[in-house]
């Protein structure tokens, strides 16, 4: 079905004043530039720091010293998890104990300021992680690095804790970021040695882009690294537009305006799959929406009590009017493409156990409840309204109360811990068990939001992390699951997938674990 490419006035308006054109010709090619429609522009480039629009930018100007592996599947390209090839790095050796890796720096690997990388580069990155004491600490820390020290200037030698598996994956990520250290001393003060306030603002990595400039509220433009080592993207600069109305968004990839539109609601999403001028991309992301229950905190200090909101949960209406038949249902902390992906959340929808369960609680007349939420995903305010309606047939009584984003981030913040019941979506970078598992339900994990404190569940998956014999790893990532899934802290409902919404001439999309965008993998093909 070719939709009609009408835009009401208040999106016209709006298109106008970021002088977009709304002539009857597509504007597909604008050379080899990339239009975007971004809900707004990046607040921040720190990896360390997340702000808007940080990841979205720091996933396409920094690179890892590993990468994983791609395989075609069905005509695409997907990772393979399994399997970790050098990147930055160009080889790397093990000690037997498995506690000693030696990195070789690819050479011929530049950053747009024309500085070669080199081992300084890592020491001094992994440096600032620590001095800043952020997200780059917390993987530094999961994958048991001791030290980084240059050995000379194109080796750079990891020393760990303990062997583990956990290791290579996090240097696939953008974070720790490898940073043109020579570029970003010149930044440097007294008071900020690490050029903080200057990365904030500005980018300096090895990637395939790098930031030219940023109009706050407006937009922002990057440019190709003229120097990047691997193979030159079709697209040499992105244009980043501010669009904050999803409608907007959606006209403007109907009619040609902009060739991509990020975070469009899943019922625009169905629409726009009939639309010819519109190439939507889905994939069933590991990335769960989930209700969770702090066990430090009553009523969900009993287990009784989160296994009824387990059993009272219709997920089936949830399936249909949340997620309208195109999400996958969740059946673990764990989803596939993650290794050792079982189906161990068994709780399906029984209003009766729930009530038993509520019965021998302590609460045969039910009880009453408040489910906090924000607006980080489309889904959280429909998700809570549906758990709303399903609970209360159990009996509990759940008042839907939304709170401000930061609020959300404060109050769930590790070590606060002040929300009893409260939406979330659970995803990382890092698609490894081990890691996912610390991550999100050890009791010291980075994302640990709900404050999990079960010490059988940390034992199994601490295990886990160092376990090197792959069947005995397996058993223990599975006994994790249904450890976890047990103890039902989370209430898994849907994967709601990625969805990503492109001119008709768009290809090349492929799914990333940090679930972003990568300019480089696009190219326009009439």
Sequence with gaps: MNHPRRLLPAAAALLAGLGLALGSAPALAQGNTLVAAMVSTPRGFDPD???????????????????FDTRMVEGRAVIDPATIEPHLAESWTVSEDGKEYLFRLRPGVKSPFGNEISAADVVWTFEKSNAQRRTGLFIRNVARIESVEAVSPREVRFRLRDANRIFLSVLTLHIPAIFDSTEAKKHATAEDPFAA?????????????????????????????PNYAFERPFYSRIVWREVPSPATRVALVRTG???????????????????????????AAPGSATVRMNPRIAPFDDQRVRQAVAYATD???????????LGTRSRSMLNPP????????????????????????????????????????????????????????????????????????????????????????????????????????????????NGNNN????????????????????????????????????VETFLPGTHEVFAACMRGFQWRPHNRLVWKDLACQR
């Design 49 to 67: 720091i997340w702000v808007p629009g940080q990841i979205e930018s720091s996933v396409n100007v920094y690179e890892g010293l590993t990468r």
């Design 197 to 225: 306030r200057w990365l904030g603002a500005n980018t300096a990595g090895y990637g395939p882009y790098h930031v030219q400039s940023v109009t706050a509220g407006q937009q922002a433009v990057f440019i190709a690294n």
């Design 257 to 283: 305006q902009v060739q991509y539109a990020e975070q469009i609601p899943l019922q625009q999403v169905a629409d726009l799959r009939r639309d010819r001028n519109v190439r939507v991309e889905s994939v």
């Design 315 to 325: 997920y089936e209406a949830i399936g249909q009017a949340v997620f309208l038949g």
């Design 338 to 449: 993650i290794p050792g992906a079982i189906d161990a959340y068994t709780f399906d929808t029984d209003y009766d156990r729930a009530k038993a369960l509520l019965a021998e609680a302590g609460h045969p007349n039910g009880l009453d409840v408040t489910l906090e939420y924000s607006t980080n995903w489309w889904w959280e305010e429909p998700l809570a309204l549906q758990m709303q309606a399903s609970l209360a047939r159990a009996g509990i009584r759940v008042t839907p109360r939304r709170i401000p984003a930061t609020e959300m981030t404060a109050r769930r913040a590790v070590r606060v811990w002040s929300l009893p019941f409260m939406t979330h979506l659970t995803s990382s970078f890092v698609p490894d068990p081990s890691y996912n598992m610390f991550l999100t339900a050890h009791s010291r994990g980075g994302s640990n939001v």
């Design 455 to 490: 010490e059988a569940l940390d034992r199994l998956i601490d295990a886990s992390v160092v376990e090197r014999d792959q069947a005995k790893w397996l058993e223990l990532v599975a006994q994790a699951q249904r450890a976890q899934a047990e103890s039902a802290t989370f």
